[in-house]
């Protein structure tokens, strides 16, 4: 296992990560981090409420893009490269997915509920 310090909303976070995975998880950080940057008045926000915001805004888009595959018309069977291409998107989501969750879910253990 690797570790992967990402900096998001400037915060630190360390993600392990399988060996060889390390820039691609960084790459996935930097994309988060992107995405709050878009949205005004983050600073200050609380690492839970940036979390959520993240999460939100990750889901959002995978969201959209869902529908605009629904709704585009159907064509020959891509490559197979094609199909490796969504696949590890498809995987890189989920991760991002599964780590938000257990971040989110370690952060309700340790705040205080208000």
Known sequence: MSNVTLSIAGRPYTVACAPGEERHIEDLGRAIDA????????????????????????????????????????ADPAPAAGHENERAAAEALEFVADRLESLADRLETTLPSS
Not at 41 to 48: P, V
Not at 57 to 73: G, Q, R, Y
């Open 35 to 74: 995405k709050l940057r878009q949205v005004p008045g983050m600073a200050g926000q609380s690492e839970a409420r940036t979390l959520l915001f993240a999460a939100l805004l990750l889901a959002d888009e995978l969201h959209e893009l869902h529908a605009a595959a629904k709704a585009a018309p159907v």
